[in-house]
């Protein structure tokens, strides 16, 4: 593998802040709002479920990460459990939520910045103006710039852009909840449920909330670059984790409470904030705390497309080592010593984006499904390499994986179905569509059809979520010839049975020998 190439000179705070970075962006400032509008007060435990499932998978990744720490690890671990197929539907299904991110994110500054410069959005059609569409690129290529120079300006921008990020939402939601908070806005207006239990879920996935929390998997992605990434990379992703679910907990907690009667006067659905946070800080007469708001609704967002943009090369980069992407894309710039290609690759194709997904409320939960995809393998994957390569040192062994897996696998997938149909559809779909480049480099004999076999149960697995989001609860936008709460229970048992397919589908795959070998003779 040509990671070794790559530069290892990202530390424990970088990689941890990478993963804070990654989640601490737009969400922060939008996703409170829009997850109250769908679940009013009980958007708080929409929150906890979310860290919940986040959580689980980042105990499987951080297994996986100590025991094979490499750059565009969510693509390589398939790779190495089941083979080309599972890697690539993976792979696909992440980089299409991953390359959307950045541009989303620039999305969120212009609109915010439309405050000021008011010829950037168009608040009557909910679009960007030509103006703001002009902004927007502009960012996207900055992010670029900045990753293009090197891991380490990635990482001395992103450590420094995530301390102002971590500190002003925690001084925000403390000092918002001390100035006006309104314990009555909880049981008010329809009660804690005031759409019932299962807007509480579909909030989950619909409303920013994974969408934020997903970048917990950064550090998985840049492993490959750590100094000592069998220690720092699960200490990372744990550290992550509870870090940002605390914190957007907290920011959750304060939204809700700090709400005046005015702004709940039509209820939770007709919530509609232009800039929650900083509205609420000038409704309790904190004016510095609203303009510091304002201003970091540039800074947030911009950190986390610079993380995005640096993890979604990476990406590319693995599967194009995998063999099913050009081996362009694998091309290490001989200074900088970073995959050049692939991050002009990922430039184009979210530049693109701007054009169909023209605001971020519009590109959330197809970020959100494509995203989650990415992880249904995480713990699948685990699981099968305890049992085909049980010889290679394992940093964390993570205890209770027979039951920490099946859970995690069934939760990840709930958390498509909850996103809701259509969402599911167009995400899905999109997904299957990319299986057209896996067969063009099948038919090319770059793969065997031990592959196709191993890969079976996943590609059966999506197709029935597709067809089961149609059919299932009129509360997640189906049909209801499934309806609540007998969906949820189906859904999760046929997930159980298509984890046990994965599980006894895996097989220690060419790759996993090679990496072995090479661990064993200390040249990994």
């Known amino acids: 593998m040509q990671q070794s190439k790559l530069k290892r000179d990202l530390s424990l705070l970088d990689l941890t802040f990478a993963g804070v970075g990654g989640i ?3 969400g922060w400032l939008l996703a409170s709002q829009a997850a109250a509008a769908v679940a009013g007060p009980s958007a708080i435990i929409s929150w906890i479920v979310g860290g919940i499932a986040v959580i689980l998978m980042a105990l499987v990744y ?53 405050n000021f410069v008011h010829i950037l959005y168009n608040t009557n059609t909910g679009l960007l103006t030509l103006s703001g569409l002009l902004v927007s690129i502009l960012l996207t290529v900055l992010f670029f710039i900045l990753n293009y120079f090197g891991v380490k ?67 998985v992605e840049l492993a490959g670059e750590s100094r000592n990434p069998k220690r720092d990379l699960p200490l990372a992703l744990i550290l992550t984790v509870l870090i940002c679910v605390g914190i957007y907990v907290l920011l959750e907690i304060a939204f809700v409470g700090s709400l005046t009667p005015a702004m709940l006067s039509k209820g939770w659905s007709s919530l509609s904030l232009d ?42 980069y693995a599967m194009a080592e995998n063999g099913y992407m050009p081996k362009l894309f694998s091309k290490i710039h001989p200074k900088w010593r970073i995959p050049v290609n692939a991050l002009y690759f990922n430039l184009i194709v979210g530049l693109l984006t701007l054009l169909p997904f023209s605001s971020w409320n519009k590109i959330i939960a197809f970020v959100s ?73 099948y038919c090319k004999g770059n793969f065997r059809s031990r592959h196709i ?18 059919a299932g609860s009129k509360s997640f936008g189906g049909k209801n010839i499934i309806p609540a709460p007998y969906d949820t229970i189906v859904f999760a048992i046929v997930s159980l049975l298509a984890f046990m397919w994965g599980l006894h589908s895996g097989y220690r795959t060419e790759e996993i020998d090679d990496t072995s070998r090479q661990i064993a003779n200390g040249e990994y």
């Open 24 to 26: 601490i962006g737009s």
């Open 62 to 114: 951080a297994e996986l990460g100590g025991m094979l720490p490499e750059a565009g690890g969510t693509v390589r671990y398939p790779q190495y459990s089941h083979g080309s197929l599972v890697s690539f539907i993976i792979g696909w299904g992440g980089w299409l939520s991953w390359v959307a991110t950045p541009p989303a994110e620039a999305e969120a500054i212009t609109q915010y910045a439309n």
């Open 153 to 219: 300006l990635f990482a001395r921008v992103n450590t420094s852009i995530t301390w102002i990020k971590f500190v002003i939402p925690v001084l925000t939601a403390v000092l918002i909840m001390a100035f006006g908070f309104h314990s009555s806005n909880f049981t008010s207006h329809g009660g804690f449920f005031p759409s019932g239990f299962s807007s509480t879920l579909m909030a989950v996935g619909s409303s920013g909330i994974i969408f934020s929390l997903q970048g917990f998997r950064q550090p």
């Open 275 to 316: 800039a929650p946070f900083a509205q609420l800080a000038a409704a309790v007469n904190i004016g510095w705390l609203a303009i510091v708001l304002q201003a970091d609704a540039m800074i947030s967002p911009a950190g986390t497309g610079l993380v995005y943009t640096a993890s979604t090369a990476r990406g590319i």
């Open 369 to 441: 499904v494509t995203g989650v995809i990415s992880y249904l393998l995480g713990p699948v994957a685990t699981s099968v390499l305890r049992r085909t390569a049980p010889e290679i040192p394992r940093p964390i062994n993570i205890f209770g994986l027979s039951v920490l897996s099946p859970l995690a696998f069934i939760v990840a997938g709930l958390i498509v179905y909850w996103t809701g149909w259509p969402n599911t559809g167009y995400a899905l779909g999109s997904v299957v569509v990319g299986l057209l480049i896996y067969f063009y480099y």
């Open 453 to 470: 076999r191993s890969g079976l149960w996943l590609a059966v697995y999506l197709v029935f979520i597709i067809v089961f989001s149609y």
